[in-house]
T-cell receptor, first 112, second 114 residues
Framework: QQPVQSPQAVILREGEDAVINCSSS?????VHWYRQKHGEAPVFLMILLKGGEQKGHEKISASFNEKKQQSSLYLTASQLSYSGTYFC?????????????FGGGTRLMVKP | ETGVTQTPRHLVMGMTNKKSLKCEQHLGHNAMYWYKQSAKKPLELMFVYNFKEQTENNSVPSRFSPECPNSSHLFLHLHTLQPEDSALYLCASSLKGQFNYGYTFGSGTRLTVV
């Protein structure tokens, strides 16, 4: 069953912050985050493994709450280049080849 | 370029045609995937190959036929498709068993079935 992302879309002004959530009805082992710009390939941002860790990538960070079966992506001081669709992908340890199930995506638009 | 190359980038085919999509990676990855991306729908996993062996077929209709001759190449053979098969088909690769390793996606093939 696919994870649920919220919100579905968000519009920001440059410099504003945003949070994107990814919730699963199943126990999570790993959560991947990707960003896809229009007409381009999804690009890997970061991965979190169970343990509730937080990771950072420039001004983009993420957390993983194992008990809530949820991951959140934090975008701080947003830049125009952050615009795109963000996807979370969830994985279970026994899946062959680290198979991921993706959420429906969150469309982010950053305006000047 | 992401390191995963998909050809063609665009394809228009009739419902009676036979065509193939190609995916190639030289990243040293040993797992390859086909995903379907339709408008307003999540990425749908179609097939998984690990070390050239198909390990997952996510209830995909038989009009889609994958082929993985080696760890670097992946094909998706198409025949007698339906208009609802029109979508962006994405190939991805990764390292099997490396749970802290992300996918590298290709730019996709935009397929239109007429």
């Amino acid at each position: 069953q696919q994870p649920v992302q919220s919100p579905q879309a968000v519009i920001l002004r440059e410099g504003e912050d945003a949070v994107i959530n990814c919730s699963s009805s199943k126990a999570l082992y790993s959560v991947h985050w990707y960003r896809q710009k229009h007409g381009e390939a999804p690009v890997f941002l970061m991965i979190l493994l169970k343990g509730g860790e937080q990771k950072g990538h420039e001004k983009i960070s993420a957390s993983f709450n194992e008990k809530k079966q949820q991951s959140s992506l934090y975008l701080t001081a947003s830049q125009l280049s952050y615009s795109g669709t963000y996807f979370c992908g969830t994985g279970a340890p026994m899946n062959a080849g680290n198979m991921l199930t993706f959420g429906g995506g969150t469309r982010l638009m950053v305006k000047p | 370029e992401t390191g995963v190359t998909q050809t063609p980038r665009h394809l228009v085919m009739g419902m009676t045609n036979k065509k193939s999509l190609k995916c190639e990676q030289h990243l040293g990855h040993n797992a390859m995937y086909w995903y379907k991306q339709s408008a307003k729908k999540p990425l749908e996993l179609m097939f998984v190959y690990n070390f050239k062996e198909q390990t997952e077929n996510n209830s995909v209709p038989s009009r889609f036929s994958p082929e993985c001759p080696n760890s670097s190449h992946l094909f998706l053979h198409l025949h007698t498709l339906q208009p609802e098969d029109s979508a962006l088909y994405l190939c991805a690769s990764s390292l099997k068993g490396q749970f802290n390793y992300g996918y590298t996606f290709g730019s996709g093939t935009r397929l239109t079935v007429v």
